[in-house]
């Protein structure tokens, strides 16, 4: 059965960094474009940095450009965030999914970036 396991979440100072993780399985991995999202309570989930299989187009939501790489390591079935100079507005639990499978969601993982 298809799994999508998060981690590398935690809390950090603004302007910090963070790296996320997601681990898959269940599924050809290499075949798929990837996703990360984000959401807050309240809030629908957002859309924040896509890229495609194998990894050469990557598109980021205007509100990270500059700040965020997405990467995928298609060997270890792993998808990568990389988040700089993070900000409070970046406060959130992050999730990833392929967009065109729209898997059952993981358990995302929380980051929170505060003073």
């Known amino acids: 059965q298809v799994q999508l396991v998060e981690s590398g979440g935690g809390w950090v100072q603004p302007g910090g960094s963070l790296r996320l993780s997601c681990v898959a399985s269940?599924?050809?991995?290499?075949?798929?474009?990837m996703s990360w999202y984000r959401q807050v309570p309240g809030k629908e989930r957002e859309l924040v940095a896509v890229i495609s299989s194998p990894g050469t187009v990557t598109n980021y939501a205007d509100s990270v450009k500059g700040r965020f790489t997405i990467s995928r390591s298609d060997a270890e079935n792993t998808l990568y965030l990389q988040m700089n100079n993070l900000k409070p507005e970046d406060t959130a639990v992050y999730y990833c999914?392929?967009?065109?499978?729209?898997?059952?969601w993981g358990q995302g993982t929380q980051v929170t970036v505060s003073s």
């Open positions: 999914n392929s967009p065109r499978r729209n898997f059952a």
């Open positions: 269940g599924f050809t991995f290499s075949s798929y474009g």
